[in-house]
C-alpha cells in the first residue's frame, strides 16, 4: 500500500502521486501501531508579541485620525500612518502564515502596490504611484511566475492560481490608462499588453494534460 506523507492519506492503487497534493507516494511496508502523546507545552511568548504588535498598530492608526479629526485638519498625514501600520499588519500576516514562498511574494507585491497607491492618495500625489510602481510591480510578478512554471514543471499547478490572479490584476493598469488616471501611458500599457498576452497563453496554450490536470483539481 502506498502513502502520502503531507495528506496522510493511504492508496491502494497504482498511482505514482497523491491525487490531493500531487506529491510522489511513498511504498509502505509492516508497521506497528504506535500511540505517541505530545507532550503539552506552553503556550509560546512569542505569541504575546504578535498580538501585541497586531494592537499597537491598529491603536497607532486609530489615535492619528482621531487627532486629525478632532483638529478639524484634513486628513493627510494621519491618513498615511494609518495606511503603513495597515502594510505592517498585513505583511506581518503574510510572512507569519505558512505558505509557498511564490504566494508569500506575489502577495507582498501586491500589498505593497496598493499601499503606495493609497499612500499617494493620501498625500494627493498618486501620479508616480499609478504611473510606474503599479504597473512594474504587477508585470515583473507575472514575469516572474511565469519563469517559475516553464522551469519548474512538476509544481507547475502550485504558481498557476497565482498567475491567474496577478494576470488579471495585471489588466487595471490599462484601464486606469482608458479612464485617464495616469499621466504615463507607456508602463501602463506594456503591463496590459503582457499582461493580456500571457492570459491568453493560458487560456488556449496549454497542453490537453495540463487541462485535466485543472479540471480534475478543481472540480469541472
Not at 17 to 37: A, M, P
Not at 60 to 80: E, H, I, K, Q, Y
Not at 167 to 182: A, C, D, Q, S, Y
Request: glycine content about 4%; aromatic content about 14%; overall charge positive.
Amino acid at each position: 500500500m502506498k502513502y502520502c506523507k503531507s495528506c496522510h492519506v493511504h492508496y491502494d492503487t497504482d498511482l505514482d502521486h497523491c491525487i490531493l497534493c500531487n506529491g510522489e507516494l511513498e511504498q509502505e511496508g509492516k508497521v506497528e501501531s504506535v500511540y505517541k502523546f505530545s507532550e503539552m507545552k506552553k503556550t509560546p511568548a512569542i505569541k504575546f508579541f504578535y498580538r501585541l504588535f497586531l494592537f499597537a498598530n491598529v491603536i497607532s492608526a486609530l489615535t492619528c485620525l482621531f487627532l486629525d479629526l478632532r483638529n478639524g485638519l484634513p486628513l493627510s498625514w494621519s491618513l498615511v500612518v494609518a495606511i503603513t501600520n495597515f502594510y505592517a499588519i498585513l505583511m506581518f500576516i503574510i510572512i507569519a502564515v505558512p505558505t509557498m514562498w511564490t504566494s508569500k511574494l506575489t502577495k507582498s507585491i501586491i500589498v505593497t502596490a496598493m499601499g503606495t497607491i493609497l499612500i499617494g492618495l493620501a498625500i494627493r500625489d498618486h501620479s508616480w504611484a499609478m504611473d510606474y510602481v503599479f504597473p512594474i510591480a504587477v508585470g515583473s510578478n507575472i514575469l516572474l511566475i511565469s519563469i517559475l512554471i516553464v522551469t519548474n514543471k512538476k509544481k507547475w499547478f502550485d504558481y498557476f492560481a497565482g498567475l491567474i490572479i496577478i494576470t488579471l490584476i495585471g489588466l487595471v493598469p490599462g484601464l486606469f490608462n482608458i479612464l485617464h488616471l495616469t499621466n504615463e501611458s507607456m508602463p501602463s500599457m506594456i503591463c496590459f499588453s503582457y499582461a493580456l498576452v500571457t492570459l491568453l497563453g493560458i487560456i488556449f496554450l496549454p497542453s490537453k494534460s495540463s487541462r485535466e490536470e485543472f479540471k480534475r483539481r478543481f472540480h469541472f
